[in-house]
């Protein structure tokens, strides 16, 4: 073949390679790649409450690429979900993880098997979480479903509000009402932030009942009075009281004897190790030449002012040796002191009464190639707490002395003299923040909860940025980026086998990345969800996905499949629904690496979908077992 013609035949088969890329680009753009009706700039806003919002959703790894914008007239769902500006979130790199609910749904077809799961929770929950509640949504059941549900113990029934959404959402296998439910569920409200104000004239609106009505009022009537107490027992609380300060004389001028003073309050804090300045310090009562009056020092925080009285034995061993430091206290308070000390006097004449020294903390943070180095430091430690101890006669409890580790425990135990320290894992959550949600699918094996927390509270020891991640790749797992939307049970088959490809006109993909088997698909019926940044966003998404109508159920969706020997790289002819949107979503913002986003909880839980036939109603009796 001559040069030219070879040069011809390349340039033709080049023109092919590029033509082809175009038409594959129009359906289902792969990565690096710009889709067909893309939309910039103000095209992706949506104004609300004079606020404008991107509402169109970006490729994580190119932003450039975005899908079509969503419906405008979500807005307002979104904002009632708490999902366009939302300031209530978790930060895991600085808080604890929140207690979470436990959340599940059914509908009268699913209602033996959602039984099931019922009673097996119940069961579990005896043995390891004896007050869990389980939310049970109602999706459609009969009257007689719901008030047998209700009866049974641990069990609160929610009715799922259709009518608050589009028509389309009540379509129960297209699985619209999942997202919803799981934001509702991450969103209680917590009337915890109102002011009081604010909640009486709440307990007002929603009430019916003219007694209490009338109890609002009177509480409305003596709340400033009350407000006007807390405060003073506020302020009282981070307050200190000092006897036996020397005092200028009345004929030194006032601005002179206050420097006087401020000035020997300051040296005061310094023995007490207290570093900050008193927001008010003045003398009490009337002056006296006999004696000094007592100074009362009011502090910034509750934390100076725990240091303050921890610190006052440091005086005695100064030039304030005559002076002394208590709480400040109201007159009642301070008249039951007095009788308490002169009861203990009374009964202790010929005791001999021996002090301990309580709640002593030794903390070290460390990573796990540094055990070694870690272990040393805390027995040098423990050895110095053992001197302390023996200096100020204050023996220590060691039957009650525990180390906490939250991570892996180490092998190396502790000793304090002759005495190994007990060794105690502990995980302190909070009230609510986070969700389990399940289907009536899923079943408890074993308690492996920890498993799945511990993934996510590395976040406080770990340098992850995640507080501003916004649809952002993110690193490797290694370095503790779990997502805080979090899947448990693999699905053995790609993304891209079971996704109508009409949903990638809203979430663009990598095609070629969620046909492997690192981003494979894992079942959207067992979820763990945390309200941090990084769990709302992809939140947010999941819920615009269920609202609008064609992207939870792109046209021509069908839930049944047809595999083929390859379940990754050939499309089944089917749609997963909710299942296709969360993991496109979390496989887009994770590196498309499932590691990522799923859990290890292992063999901690069970899928089965059939009714357990030998369930019955003694099962689930609130007095079974207890």
């Not at 159920?553 to 595999?563: Q, T």
Request: charged content about 25%; glycine content about 4%.
């Amino acid at each position: 073949m001559s040069r030219g013609k070879s040069q011809l035949l390349l340039i033709i088969c080049g023109a092919i390679v590029i033509l082809y890329t175009f038409a594959h680009m129009k359906t289902s753009p792969p990565s690096g790649t710009a889709l067909q009706d893309k939309l910039t700039g103000d095209e992706c806003l949506c104004r609300y409450k004079n606020v404008s919002y991107d509402f169109c959703y970006h490729l994580p790894q190119n932003r450039s690429i975005n899908g079509r914008r969503f419906n405008c007239n979500f807005a307002p769902y979104l904002d009632s979900l708490d999902l366009l500006q939302s300031e209530q979130l978790i930060d895991l790199s600085d808080e604890d993880l929140p207690t979470p609910a436990f959340v599940t749904a059914m509908s009268e077809n699913h209602y033996y098997e959602g039984l099931t799961l019922v009673i097996l929770s119940i069961a579990y929950m005896r043995k390891l979480w004896p007050r869990q509640k389980l939310i049970v949504y109602d999706l459609g059941l009969s009257s007689n479903s719901a008030e047998n549900l209700k009866g049974k113990c641990f069990v609160e029934v929610r009715e799922f509000p259709f009518n608050k959404y589009p028509p389309y959402v009540k379509r129960l296998l297209e699985y619209r009402w999942k997202p919803i439910l799981i934001a509702s569920g991450s969103q209680e409200f917590d009337y915890s932030t109102l002011p009081c104000k604010e909640l009486i004239e709440t307990i007002l609106q929603k009430n019916t009942d003219p007694e209490i009505e009338k109890i609002a009022l009177a509480l409305k009537s003596k709340l400033p009075q009350e407000v006007a107490d807390a405060v003073d027992s506020e302020k009282r609380e981070r307050s200190i009281v000092i006897c036996g300060l020397p005092e200028c004389g009345m004929d030194r001028p006032l601005l002179e004897r206050q420097k006087n003073l401020e000035e020997k309050v300051a040296g005061i804090l310094d023995v007490l190790k207290v570093d900050c300045l008193p927001e008010v310090v003045f003398r009490m009562g009337t002056y006296n030449e006999t004696r000094p009056r007592l100074v009362k020092v009011v502090l910034p925080s509750r934390s100076h002012w725990l240091k303050a009285l921890a610190n006052a034995h440091a005086l005695r061993r100064t030039d304030y040796r005559n002076v002394y430091v208590r709480k400040s206290m109201t007159a009642a308070e301070r008249a039951r002191d007095y009788e308490l000390r002169q009861q203990a006097r009374e009964r202790n004449q010929d005791m001999k009464i021996q002090m301990f020294a309580d709640d002593i903390k030794i903390y070290l943070s460390y990573t796990e190639n540094e055990q070694a180095i870690a272990h040393e430091a805390i027995s040098r430690a423990i050895n110095k707490m053992l001197c302390w101890s023996k200096e100020w006669e204050l023996p220590l409890n060691l039957s009650k002395t525990v180390a906490m580790h939250f991570g892996a425990t180490p092998e190396m135990p502790y000793r304090c003299g002759e005495t190994t320290i007990q060794f105690q894992n502990q995980i302190v959550l909070k009230e609510f923040g986070a969700v389990w949600y399940m289907d009536t699918s899923v079943r408890w094996i074993k308690d492996s909860r920890n498993v799945v927390y511990k993934e996510l509270t590395c976040r406080r020891r770990a340098d992850s940025n995640l507080s501003s991640l916004q649809n952002t790749t993110l690193p490797s797992s290694k370095r503790c980026v779990k997502s805080a939307f979090m899947l448990h049970h693999p699905s053995s088959h790609s993304i891209f086998a079971t996704t109508n490809r009409g949903m990638y006109a809203f979430f663009p993909t990598n095609i070629e990345a969620i046909k492997k088997r690192e981003s494979m698909s894992h079942d959207a019926n067992f979820a763990f969800i945390v309200r941090t940044s990084d769990g709302l966003e992809i939140l947010k998404w999941y819920v615009m996905c269920a609202l609008e109508e064609d992207c939870m159920a792109p046209p021509g969706s069908r839930l049944w499949c047809k595999f083929t020997r390859d379940r990754f790289n050939d499309y089944a002819n089917c749609h997963r629904y909710d299942q296709a949107a969360i993991n496109l979503l979390l496989a887009n913002s994770h590196e498309y690496n499932f590691k990522n986003y799923v859990s290890s909880i292992g063999n901690g839980i069970l899928i089965k979908r059939e009714p357990d036939p030998g369930i019955t109603e003694k099962d689930l009796l609130c007095s079974k077992g207890s």
